[in-house]
Nanobody, 123 residues
Framework: QVQLVESGGGLVQAGGSLRLSCAAS????????IGWFRQVPEKERELVTA????????YYAVSVKGRFTISRDNTKNTVYLQMNGLKPEDAAVYYC????????????????WGQGTQVAVSS
């Protein structure tokens, strides 16, 4: 069992930056891939970025590549999402999720979810 808690959301101007954190409980955290997803009303939740258990593999959606960076510190059971150059279309509720696999980008294989943190971007 893994419990996830996101933090760091807020309101930022277009072009600004935010750093989201995902703090996890559970000894198996270091064995799990972690993904950041986002969702806006009436749209499906989308995978924004993911990082493997070891941290050696990462995935970025085309829309955020070059602007967002995912990282993890397994000694602190925490995953970070650094978001730079934010655009109004990045506004969403951001969720972190854990898969029981060491690496996957398949949304359906992310089993444990946080409660989400809101990111708003003003133009």
């Amino acid at each position: 069992q893994v419990q996830l808690v996101e933090s760091g959301g807020g309101l930022v101007q277009a072009g600004g930056s935010l750093r989201l954190s995902c703090a996890a409980s559970g000894r198996a955290f270091k064995d799990y891939a972690i993904g950041w997803f986002r969702q806006v009303p009436e749209k499906e939740r989308e995978l924004v970025t993911a990082i493997s258990a070891s941290g050696r593999s990462t995935y970025y959606a085309v829309s955020v590549k070059g602007r967002f960076t995912i990282s993890r510190d397994n000694t602190k059971n925490t995953v970070y999402l650094q978001m730079n150059g934010l655009k109004p279309e990045d506004a969403a509720v951001y969720y972190c999720a854990a898969s029981t696999l060491a690496w996957t980008t398949a949304t359906g294989l992310y089993r444990y979810w946080g409660q989400g943190t809101q990111v708003a971007v003003s133009s």
